[in-house]
């Protein structure tokens, strides 16, 4: 066999072992990363379905999970950031719901340990699963429950706009919100219609 030249060959064969040991640990984090989305996915069906129990069990699991998986990619692994990026928007939108649901209110980015990107991305998204939530309480005849997601939509729209971003894919999001917004204001109007009574402008 040719001797090389330029390359040392030894060298070579300690950067494959590095190569291996890397794309080992990108498969085992991306797998992190597909159980954290079918965690928060879980989540989310559990609370639109009023089972606590499910949910809250799927909620530990998850914060552990996403805790190992920002702490592998910000101190050990950065270059697999972007990989992590969606179970951590998708942990943030289970979380807003969960919040809101059992609390009434939405928690920080701080709070929830994730950086303000995903962050915000994963609150937007959250507006569309409200949506669900709303929709499947007003076939109940909830509709006290309705004007109040149209409440917290209302504000999660306004906050976003407020932030003037910049970024083509953040300014898409909340142009969804401002459409999911939209979307539950014409159920609540048709809701109202049906019954007969006047379209409420707001919850009182």
Do not use: C
């Not at 459409?179 to 409420?200: A, C, E, M, P, S």
């Amino acid at each position: 066999m040719k001797e090389w030249k330029y390359l040392n060959k030894d060298y070579i064969e300690s950067l494959k072992k590095t190569f291996r040991t890397l794309e080992d640990k990108r498969d085992e984090l991306m797998q992190l990363g597909r159980t954290i989305n079918k965690n928060s996915k879980t989540i989310i069906y559990s609370l639109i379905r009023n089972d606590w129990e499910e949910a809250e069990k799927y909620i530990e699991e998850n914060r552990r999970l996403v805790k190992q998986l920002f702490e592998e990619v910000t101190q050990n692994y950065p270059q697999y950031y972007n990989n992590a990026f969606i179970p951590l928007q998708e942990y943030v939108e289970a979380e807003v719901v969960y919040h809101y649901l059992k609390e009434g209110r939405i928690p920080t980015h701080e709070e929830l340990g994730i950086p303000e990107e995903a962050y915000v991305t994963g609150l937007m998204d959250a507006a569309g699963e409200l949506l669900r939530k709303a929709v499947e309480e007003m076939i109940k005849d909830n509709l006290d429950f309705a004007l109040k997601i149209r409440e917290i939509l209302e504000e999660i729209y306004l906050a976003m706009l407020s932030l003037n971003f910049k970024n083509f894919d953040y300014r898409k999001k909340v142009d969804y919100v401002g459409g999911v917004l939209n979307r539950l204001i014409d159920y609540i109007f048709q809701k109202q219609t049906r019954r007969g009574g006047n379209f409420k402008g707001e919850n009182n």
